[in-house]
């Protein structure tokens, strides 16, 4: 090694040696958990996309996410340790009973942190041999899910609560290109915060699979300590193309997580 080159390592070691923090990794703002299912089917599109926007994001803002495949992991020690969790693409089923548990107190009690969840959480019936779960029913505004467009449609978003810090920067309407909208027994609107509704009459090509005028499709359950927020898009990839999607995204995570 040449002297200068030495001189300059020594003034660097000795400078670090007095400031200790220098090299260390910085101390992530917050701690996310993602649960999407393994292989994921026709949503598996989706998710990889969501997985990359969130990589990216996590980078610009000092968070980490990790992900989980299914609720085995879950439990009140394993909630402790996150300040968000996304379920970007699981059903209200197929949880163990210690995870229903862990999870129940986690959103009911709020001392751990916030939830957004996606589509799939609003799969609400009896599916695959499994009975619904009552209390996530509830926790979604007492909804049971009928049906969809299996087709998909286009459609038209209006937001309703435009003074939520989830919909801040989001205009008053805002177009998705590719949904399945699905139909619930009846509206949620009587047990929670409306944040937007689907415009019925703007689906293209249109559907029979219709609620009838008041159709809710981003709210929070505001009855519950933890910061909540249920957004029904997530099935298509291009939604990360959609600026309005990925602007409520980032903000639902920011409010959700209290950061």
Not at 128 to 137: A, H, K, N
Request: proline share 7%; glycine share 6%.
């Amino acid at each position: 090694m040449k002297k200068a080159s030495f001189c300059i390592f020594c003034l660097v070691l000795v400078f670090m040696l007095f400031h200790p923090v220098l090299g260390q990794p910085k101390k992530p703002a917050f701690r996310v958990v993602a649960m999407a299912e393994k292989g994921g089917g026709v949503h598996a599109p989706f998710v990889a996309a969501a997985k990359e926007w969130l990589q990216q994001l996590a980078t610009e803002n000092n968070f980490t996410i990790d992900y989980i495949e299914n609720t085995e992991p879950i439990n009140d020690k394993f909630l402790a340790k996150y300040q968000l969790f996304i379920q970007l693409n699981y059903p209200p089923y197929r949880w163990t009973d210690v995870a229903k548990a862990a999870f129940i107190k986690y959103i009911e009690q709020g001392k751990g942190g916030g939830w957004i969840g996606f589509h799939h959480a609003t799969l609400l019936g009896e599916f695959d041999g499994y009975p619904m779960w009552p209390w996530f029913s509830d926790f979604m505004g007492g909804i049971r899910y009928v049906n969809y467009i299996p087709n998909f449609a286009k459609a038209t978003v209006h937001v309703e609560a435009q003074s939520h810090p989830a919909m801040k920067g989001l205009p008053t309407t805002f177009e998705v290109e590719k949904e399945e909208w699905y139909r619930y027994n009846k509206s949620p609107r009587p047990n929670v915060k409306v944040l937007a509704t689907v415009d019925e009459a703007s689906y293209s090509p249109d559907s029979e699979v219709k609620m009838g005028g008041d159709h809710p499709v981003i709210w929070s359950n505001e009855r519950m300590k933890a910061r909540n927020i249920y957004i029904f898009m997530g099935h298509h990839p291009d939604l990360f193309k959609n600026a309005s999607f990925k602007t409520l995204f980032r903000n639902s995570i920011f409010w959700a997580a209290n950061h």
